[in-house]
């Protein structure tokens, strides 16, 4: 019933809007009465009343606006002229239409208003004969609605309880005769079967149908409660881009608001002032939100539309689906609602085509016939939360996985460390489709990538789930509103950028001074360990080439998520979080790509925001960073030589052909670094190398495996082991030369083993030796582990050195 | 293509009786330029800048018009002038081209000059070739040349 009551009320809108055009028309219809264009006009309005009460089977509406119809077609076809008896008789008609929707309005319904006078008085103009009869009669009353409807057009909403009731009186005194109750139940019922062969009493009726008009009307309108605001008057059209101004605006206002309150805070001890800023923050902060409500949308204006396409794409591929939705009344930005339109199609479609199985197989896998597609919406946290779900036969994840590889989406390794819902997600991976054949309704070329794409260019994402055998739910996670976001700001040289929040995970602070080993270096790339996974630094100041101007030894860390990738943002300073309005750049400034746009701080200084996607992309194009991420995804389960994941590749003794290899797991590893051999000291039999403020043991790994050491070399290569849970403690392992870093499942082991290794491997086609790493320590000083023996028996790598 | 258009209401104005431009004037490195008046929204005295790393020098930065993020060229820098000195603040001159607000930062403002067509000249072959590129000509004027800048090729580029 909501749906009707909703469509009645969007009538009575637009009807009440279409009246009020047609009390102007039909006036300036009398000054210009072979006016074409109004003529046309009026037909329209009414031809829509008609048209649309006849659908809501308001009969009563419909018989009064049939006949003004008839007539109207003939003033429009030239058959007959205007003349004051034909605007009499238009304009009864336009006050029982208003009275009948006055009516409507009130009770729901068209309740006992009588309007065959009315007809009959339209007949008898359309049959020629109410002209002589009407004529003497007509004058006076009719005067009254027209002089009235100016009234009723200037001043259309505060108007119509006034105006009614001033036409009571004028009405009532004009048709004193014919002003009797005009209600009769038992009449009323039959009135629209009257209608159409009302015209034979038409003559008799006719004087009084003249003035009779007027008093439906009043009775109409002088009744109602006055204090309801009518349909009319509680909503206006207004054109959107008033809106978007507003909205504009509205955004200047709240960073004029940011400025004062900042002002206010820092400079003036004035009570007044401050209580004054304080209920302008209120106010702006309603007014934004007033403001920003007028943009709002209920989802249901998108999924009107989808029941058909379901109805329909379920005829096509021979699936009988429900439409279940959730929700519909939840609101979000306009502009926000068209930018999912076309991914949330897509999804419908994707669950009708590919989801939801045809009956025959739904009664064969025990569920009903009938497949249930859900959709619902929710607010949840300051996003729009949107999903798709279906019952059918869910997504397999070994299928996905199986298709993915098969199409190089991903590597068979990297599929074998993915959970299962991560596998899910590869259905978004751009040139992956899952349809099996590629049909009309999807397979075009529009994938799922393109929604996910669609998806978080407004700032939202999609993620799937799925259980095999029971359905598939897409869900989709989309901000209020795009004009207005929340940001950090953070310093970076002396200037400020704002992160948007939505890229933001985390912040971290690293004391580098007191845990030098907590930021390691992999190939040039500066790594973070973040719980056991490795991130990527990307220091702004580098990126953006200025000066950093933090203090040294601490690092601030912003963890950013953009493209399914984690990275950590070094910046100068954080600052605070604050809502900010983006405005464009300039057109000189597009080319430099890593801004999405600028905005007003609180202060009225200009600050960048900082484009995430394009920063991660540009930061971590290098390879020693791709490697890096792939780490960082894979880096859980051990395999066969419990060595980790990454390899670092190094080689030892001599040169060339007859240089051996040897790989140390990137795990331990937290630095390369080159030092001189000059630098290296001798403590006891034990040679050290004093780094960073450290005494390093050294193990030179050429003697310790019995290779050929080439020693006339100045320079050191040494890789540093530190071990975070003994706080960072240290140990050099010298080598040759660094040559790689390689992704360890693609090794393969041998069983060859020998002194102070794990075994060997062909990495780069050349047999690479896995060192022992606790072995080598070990045999570089047995003394170190002596009494941390419960240590190294909980972990095997665990190398801790005391007393250096 | 564009630098035509812009000059030639300015050739028209030449052929009519009155054949006069108003250029507001402006100083750069004691040099005298000029632009239309009405390609000029406003002027406004040193504003803070933010600096847009990755950038040229010419872009100065960017810099807050009433709530409206307007980019600031610096025309010393576009016009290969040596930097201007510390201390000394500039003038943001703000354009409006096709829809959009351009700051230019001069070193001072001088006056509104109704200058004679008559009196323009092409830009002099002594100029350096860069910079030859960003002026449409010179007017004579008394005692000073008159540096006529295009203000369409200033800002792009």
Known sequence: MDGMDDIISEFLVESYENLDQLDRDLVALEQAPGSRELLASVFRTIHTIKGTSGFLALSKLESVAHVGENLLAKLRDGVMAMDPVTADALLAMVDTIRALLGNLERDGAEGDLDVDPTVAQIKAVL??????????????????????????????????????????????????????????????????????????????????????PAVPAPRGGADPDTHRRSAADSSIRVDVDVLDDLMRLTGELVLARNQILQQVGSLTDDLDLTRAAQRLNLIAGELQEGVMKTRMQPIDA?????????????????????????????????????????????????????????????????????????LAARHESGQVVVEVSDDGKGI????????????????????????????????????????????????????????????EAIGGTIEVESVTGKGTTCRLRIPLTLAIMPALTVTCGGERYAVPQVNLQELVALDVDA??????????????????????????????????????????????????????????????????????????????????????????????ILDVQALARRALRSLAAERLDLSGSGQRDGDTTGTGERLLVAGIGGSGEVKRQIAIPLDMV??????????????????????????????????????????TRTDLEVVVYADQRQGGRSVAIVVEEIVDVVDASTVVHSDIDDHGLLGSAVIGDRVTEMLDVRAAILSADPSFFSHIEADLAADPYASTLTEV | MTTTTAVAPSRKAAAAAVPTTQLLTFELADHLYGIEVDQVQEVLRSQKVTRVPLHTDAIAGLINLRGEVVTAIDLRARLSLPARPEGQDAVNIVVRLRGESISLLVDSIADVLEVDDRSFEPVPDTLDGDVRELLRGAYKTQGRLLLALDVDRAVTG
Not at chain 1, 681 to 706: A, F, K, M, N, T
């Open chain 1, 127 to 212: 049959d020629g004969t109410a002209k002589a009869a009407a004529a003497p009669a007509a004058p006076e009353p009719a005067a009254e609605p027209v002089v009235e409807a100016p009234v009723a057009v200037a001043a259309p909403a505060p108007a119509p309880a006034k105006r009614r009731r001033a036409a009571k009186p004028a009405a009532a005194k004009a048709a004193a005769p014919a002003a009797v109750e005009p209600v009769e139940t038992a009449h009323d019922e039959v009135a629209a079967d009257h209608a159409e062969d009302a015209h034979e009493p038409a003559p008799a009726a006719a004087p009084a149908a003249a003035a009779a």
């Open chain 1, 302 to 374: 998108l999924w009107a539309k989808l029941p058909r396409v379901v109805r329909d794409l379920g005829a096509t591929c021979g699936r009988q689906v429900r439409l279940d939705m959730v929700g519909r009344e939840t609101e979000l930005d306009r502009t926000l609602l068209e930018a999912v339109k076309d991914p949330l199609t897509h999804l419908v479609r994707n669950a009708v085509d590919h989801g939801i199985e045809a009956p025959a197989d739904r009664v064969a896998a025990g569920k009903p016939r009938e497949g249930v597609l859900r």
């Open chain 1, 396 to 455: 397999d994840p070994a299928v996905i996985g199986a298709s993915a590889v098969r199409k190089g989406v991903v590597t068979q390794a990297a599929l074998d460390r993915m959970s299962p819902t991560d596998v899910l997600q590869l259905i978004f991976a751009p040139g992956f489709s899952t349809a099996a054949a590629v049909t009309n309704v999807s397979g075009r070329g529009v994938g799922m990538d393109v929604v996910k794409t669609n998806v």
């Open chain 1, 515 to 608: 845990d030098p080993g907590l930021v390691e270096d992999v190939g040039g790339a500066p790594v973070y360990r973040l719980r056991g996974e490795l991130l990527p630094l990307v220091h702004l100041s580098e990126v953006m080439g200025v000066r950093s101007e933090a203090a040294a030894g601490r690092l601030t860390v912003a963890v950013l998520a953009s493209e399914g990738r984690r990275f950590g943002l070094v910046v100068d300073r954080v600052l605070n979080t604050e809502e900010i309005v983006v405005k464009a750049l300039g057109n000189q400034l597009k080319s430099v790509g890593l801004f999405s746009g600028a905005t007003i701080l609180g202060d009225g200084a200009v600050a960048l």
């Open chain 1, 670 to 711: 937290t630095r390369l670094e080159r030092v001189p051999a000059s630098t290296v000291e001798v403590v006891g039999s034990r040679e050290v190398v004093q780094y960073r403020g450290e005494i390093l043991p050294i193990i030179r790994l050429d003697r310790y495996l019995g290779a050929y050491a080439d020693a």
